[in-house]
């Protein structure tokens, strides 16, 4: 019988828990697949609706990690330690490797970074423009001996874990209009080094082209879609499916019946047999 409201099927709705641990393939500690003994098929004229019913995880999310961790100061790389820092730490790191040349401080007063040099430099790129505050287009800078960031400076680190089935199909989309697979943005909401427990109020479900599965590939990433680096934690996980009989498009279904319509109006006319034009009598 049917166990949620959702469920429209005489198939009764099925929880996959994932632990991550138990993956068969690790692409990277963010990105894993997971076959099951059993698929989880949709019964015939049904269709499957996926939701994101629970995670658990904890926050090891470095703010500064291995793809946001350089900055390249007239010609020259310079790359700090990952790690999770504040303002202050966060200057002392970068001071460490661009002290031949210069140095960074923090502002304290309207938080943002002032960059001074020996002689005249150019920031060409970075990628710790959040970090920073050196974002919206301020890079390249001109030739200078001292330049104030203009943004402020950003060490929240992940806001958003995107859950990404990569294997399965949904209409979804992002901020950039492009089609996806994310099942949940999980609003990172707890401090460096503590538990993150996910558990909506309402939980939402998304209908999947895919009629059946036996393996999910899953993958999280920050809200740049940039693979997270959880650092050697595991993670656990609560993905429901429900079974929805599967409804004809009422749209399709009257443009199909007009269609029909005129094509036997059309018939008819054609196997109608003409009539002769009668002869008036001729007068004598």
Do not use: W
């Not at 820092?85 to 304290?108: C, E, K, M």
């Not at 001074?116 to 970090?131: C, D, H, L, N, V």
């Not at 319509?261 to 002869?279: A, C, F, G």
Request: net charge negative.
């Amino acid at each position: 019988m049917p166990s949620h409201i959702l469920n429209s099927s005489n198939k009764s709705s099925q929880s996959i828990f994932i632990h991550s641990e138990d993956s068969v393939i690790n692409i990277s500690g963010s990105d894993k697949i997971f076959y099951f003994d059993e698929a989880v098929v949709a019964p015939v004229g049904c269709r499957i609706l996926i939701g994101l019913t629970n995670m658990v995880i904890p926050n090891a999310i470095y703010n500064v990690n291995s793809t946001s961790n350089t900055i390249t100061i007239s010609g020259v790389t310079y790359t700090i330690t990952v790690g999770n820092y504040n303002a202050a730490d966060l200057a002392t790191a970068i001071n460490t490797q661009i002290s031949s040349i210069g140095s960074v401080a923090f502002n304290t007063d309207n938080n943002v970074f002032v960059f001074t040099f020996g002689s005249a430099k150019i920031i060409q790129s970075t990628t710790m423009e959040r970090q920073l505050g050196l974002g919206n287009n301020q890079l390249p800078t001109a030739s200078v001996t001292t330049y104030k960031a203009t943004n402020l400076c950003d060490l929240g680190g992940v806001r958003n874990i995107y859950v990404r089935l990569t294997n399965l199909t949904m209409n979804n989309i992002d901020s950039n209009g492009t089609s996806n697979n994310i099942v949940a943005s999980v609003v990172n909401d707890t401090n460096f080094g503590a538990y993150l427990f996910h558990t909506p109020s309402e939980v939402l479900y998304y209908q999947i082209t895919e009629d059946q599965f036996n393996h999910l590939n899953i993958a999280l990433t920050d809200q740049s879609n940039t693979p997270l680096e959880l650092n050697g934690v595991e993670y656990t996980l609560t993905l429901t499916c429900h079974f929805v009989k599967q409804r004809e498009s009422l749209e399709r279904t009257t443009l199909l019946k007009q269609i029909t319509e005129q094509y036997e109006k059309l018939t008819e006319s054609e196997q109608e047999p003409e009539t002769e034009t009668k002869k008036e009598p001729e007068k004598k």
